[in-house]
Every structure is written in C-alpha cells, then in structure tokens.
C-alpha cells in the first residue's frame, strides 16, 4: 500500500457542434430511456448532464468485473448488496459503475436505483477507461459525497482507494487516495467500519 498523488485529467480536445445543444436533467434522461424499447437502446450513461456511449467491454475487464463482484459478496455483512454494472442516480448523472454495495436489500431497488446516500462503495474497473474514472466518474461520484470509490487499474496491477469526497463544491474529489499493490490487501469500509478485507489478486485476471 502506498500512498499517491494522482494528477487530474485534462479534458480531451473536442469539436464543438456548430448547432444548438443541451444537457438533460435526470428526469429528461428518464423519459428518453422510456421512449425506447430494451433491444432499441444504445448503451449510454448520464455523466454530468450528458448522455456518453459507454465503453465496450474485453474479456479482461469482464472477468474482473467478476471477480470483484465475487469477492465483495463474500465480504459485505448482511444489510448490503453487491450489484454489478447497474446505475446509481444522483443529481445530475446516473453513472452504471462495475459494481456498486448499496444497504438494504434487492427489492428496495425495484422502482428505483440506489442514491449516492445509499451507496457505500463504488467501483470502476479501468482498462480503456482510466481517463474518464479518474476524471469525470471521479468528479461525479466526489460531488455526489460516495463515502469510498476504488479503480481497479488493470495495465498497472493495483487498485486505488478514493476516501473523504468533498460534496458538491466548485472542483470536487477526494481528500485521501491510496493505491493497494498485487499482494496487498485492501480494508473494506462500509459506513466507516471495516468489515473485512480483499486481496487485490483477488480482482485481476
């Protein structure tokens, strides 16, 4: 374990559309989605307003979605569930993170998707994605006040603990990011109790 400065990103260069363009509030975002059929709809995600492709998916970062998942199942005490690639809605985003440990049960989730204030974990699996989940998923789930955010690097065989988000304040993130090595283990905190811990081994292919 160690702890590191990670630098944050500069936005990509981008042409700007030479039309009228708008952002969506997350109700809009909810009309759009139930104007389409499951088999018409693109896979997309709300990140600050704006509806984003979401990536596609290796068989890598699959299998570590996976093991993830497995072994947050086997380490969550009861009273949490573990879901994997389903959104969480905030304000202004309803990002679909890898996995996500919510409190309470499945069925409390059946209307609705769980708020950053039932969130206890976030975590995205990084492999093409690094740049948007230490930059903009990392703004999101910081201003939405996520107790606890991790990034599963895959190219660099480690995870990143992101802790002590700032709320919603002009430049959000974290206070504290440390970053568990393969042979480390990694404390699981759930509302600000260590439940167990995880082998980051455990989550790399």
Known sequence: MSTVSVPTPQPAPADIPDVPIYRLSVQQYHDLLRQNTESDREP????EGWVVPKMGEDAIHSTSVDLTIDALTATVPAGYIVRGTHPVTTEDSEPEPDVLVARGSRRDYAGRHPTPAESALVVE?????LR?????????????????????????????????PSGPVAEPGYANVLR????????VVMDGREVGTVAVAELLP
């Open 132 to 164: 948007y989940d230490r930059g903009i998923k990392r703004r999101i789930y910081a201003r939405a006040a996520v107790p606890v955010y991790w990034i599963v690097v895959l190219a660099e065989r480690c995870v990143e603990v992101y802790t002590d």
């Open 125 to 129: 699996v990084a492999n093409s994605s």
């Open 180 to 187: 568990y090595a393969d042979g480390d283990r990694i404390p």
């Open 44 to 47: 997309v995600e709300l990140l």
